[in-house]
């Protein structure tokens, strides 16, 4: 199992971490008692007393809303509560906190939001069964105009196990408890949320081993252990030999790819191209090698080189057989394979053929378009990632600002450190790279994958404002030295 310090709560999965812990003798008074103190002590953190608004719904949310109301109360700030419904309904822990509070509380109207320079959204959390209805969402939107809102758990209208909002409004602050959701990464979710604090409210980690999570946020906690680390008596041939496919016209995208899987550690890097494409590639490439493609049947005998320990088509492939025929030929070889770009779209009308030629282990990388060429494209983001995994086989790094990576098995990564500086013309062709430098090297496929999109986010992050592809791979070599200088 991975590493659960990053794991991330379904609302079923969360239920069953408070149940355990309540199971345990923790009482639910108690759990809600914490959850509801932490939210009070970022808000005193972060902010001066002010007159603030706590609007409470009609469930647990809710019940977090009184406890947050009696601590800033008592920390001398001016509450206003608003309840949504008859006080009365409120059940269980909620209810109970509820009369704990001793102060006024008022309908939950557009009146409660008058003066506040702060307001807290304790409406709905991870009980949110259906969309927002109008007076709510109407509110939402007021309360967003009025001050800064301090949500807990989650914005209210956020679904938190598929980052669907619909009705929600930004927060500046979200506290949610235990682990995070994967609401708090999905968009459009994650841009409601605003930082996002986790509180440890008393649920032992030790409940996740009967839980087993399968979804994580990406964190080097995952496969830092399983990054290929060069041996004191290595040489160039046992980093493994990364091998780019690339096509004519289009002579950037697989020379990217090439830069960055030898930056990504990979001994051997060769770019094989058509004849007339050679003085191309051989003029602005050094280290990496550059080899004629000729026809079919040599392309086949150079994949019989066993030293090969990992291949690259798509970027700047260009759509078609012959593409076709390549993409097919490497897998049929079953070493490592990363498919991106054109060798996805060269499918396009054939997906089934794709599918039944991946065996061994291979990664793809489509954006949304790519993605919805070859497999089905409804459903949130981590749904749909997983399903394609499962249906292909292979592991799918469905890119975006929320990129999810997942594994035949149900596993699934979400990443969260891609800055918008990431969205510029061969980004994506430098990832498929890193990803094949990798696998090259031997790693396992679903957390080559996942690293390479961290070091990838990590470089761009490191780089800031102004940044092409190219500077991509030459960053990597930072970001690594931070990395490994951290162990
Ligand atoms: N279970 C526990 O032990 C703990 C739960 N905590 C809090 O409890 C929350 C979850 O509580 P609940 O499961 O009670 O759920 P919520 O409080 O999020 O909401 C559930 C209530 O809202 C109603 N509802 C759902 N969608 C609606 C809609 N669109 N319009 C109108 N009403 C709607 C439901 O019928 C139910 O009454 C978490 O988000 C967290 O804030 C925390 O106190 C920590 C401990
Ligand atoms: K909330």
Not at 170 to 180: C, E, G, I, N, S
Not at 192 to 213: E, H, Q, W
Not at 392 to 397: E, K, L, M, R, T
Request: glycine share 12%; aromatic share 4%.
């Amino acid at each position: 199992m991975l590493d659960t310090q990053s794991a991330l709560l379904t609302v079923n999965q969360m239920t069953e971490a408070d149940r355990l812990t309540i199971a345990a003798g923790t009482a639910e008074e108690v759990l809600m008692e914490r959850a509801g103190a932490s939210v009070a002590r970022e808000i005193i953190k972060a902010w001066p007393p002010c007159r603030v608004a706590v609007l409470c719904g009609p469930g647990n949310n809710g019940g977090d809303g009184f406890v947050v109301a009696r601590h800033l109360a008592d920390a001398g700030w001016d509450v206003q509560v608003g309840v949504l419904g008859p006080r009365d309904r409120l059940k269980g822990a909620a209810a109970h906190h509820a009369r704990l509070w001793s102060g006024l509380t008022a309908p939950l109207t557009p009146a409660v939001l008058d003066s506040a320079d702060l307001i807290v959204d304790a409406i709905f959390g991870a009980g949110l069964s259906r969309a927002l209805d109008g007076p709510v969402a109407e509110l939402l939107a007021i309360a967003a105009r009025t001050a800064p809102i301090i949500a807990i758990d989650v914005p209210s209208g956020v679904i938190a196990d598929s980052g669907e909002a619909s009705g929600a409004v930004a927060a500046k602050l979200t506290v949610t408890f235990f682990r995070k959701k994967p609401g708090h990464l999905l968009l459009p979710a994650r841009h409601f949320c605003g930082k996002v604090v986790v509180a440890d409210i008393g649920i032992p980690p030790s409940v996740l081993d009967m839980i087993s999570p399968q979804t994580f946020e990406n964190d080097p906690i995952l496969w830092r252990g399983h990054f290929p680390i060069l041996s004191g008596d290595g040489n160039k041939f046992t980093r493994g030999h990364a091998l780019v496919w690339g096509g004519y016209r289009m002579t950037g995208a697989a020379r990217l790819a090439a830069r960055g899987a030898a930056r990504a550690g990979a001994g051997l890097t060769t770019v094989t191209c058509p004849e007339v494409a050679l003085g191309v590639y051989a003029t602005a490439l050094t280290s990496i090698m550059v080899q004629p493609l000729g026809d079919q049947a040599s392309f086949v005998k150079l994949l019989a080189d066993e030293r090969i320990t990992g291949l690259l088509i798509g970027p700047g492939a260009g759509v078609g057989e012959q593409t076709r025929e390549s993409v097919l030929a490497m897998l049929a070889t079953g070493r490592p394979t990363v498919l991106d770009a054109d060798a996805l779209t060269s499918f396009q009308s054939d997906p089934e053929t794709l599918m039944a030629s991946i065996s061994g282990p291979c990664v793809l990388t489509p954006h949304n378009g790519e993605f919805a060429r070859l497999f089905d494209p409804c459903g949130d983001k981590l749904l749909r990632t997983r399903a394609a995994a499962r249906r292909s086989g292979a592991v799918i790094v469905l890119k975006g600002a929320d990129t999810v990576i997942a594994a035949p098995d149900g596993r699934a990564i979400i990443n969260s450190n891609a800055p918008p500086t990431l969205a510029t013309a061969g980004s994506g062709d430098v990832l498929a790279g890193i990803i094949l430098g990798l696998l090259a090297q031997g790693m396992e496929p679903f957390l080559a994958a996942a690293a390479a999109v961290w070091l990838h986010g990590e470089a761009a992050r490191t780089f800031g404002p102004g940044l092409i592809a190219e500077d991509l791979p030459d960053l990597l070599p930072k970001v690594l030295g931070t990395l490994f200088s951290q162990i």
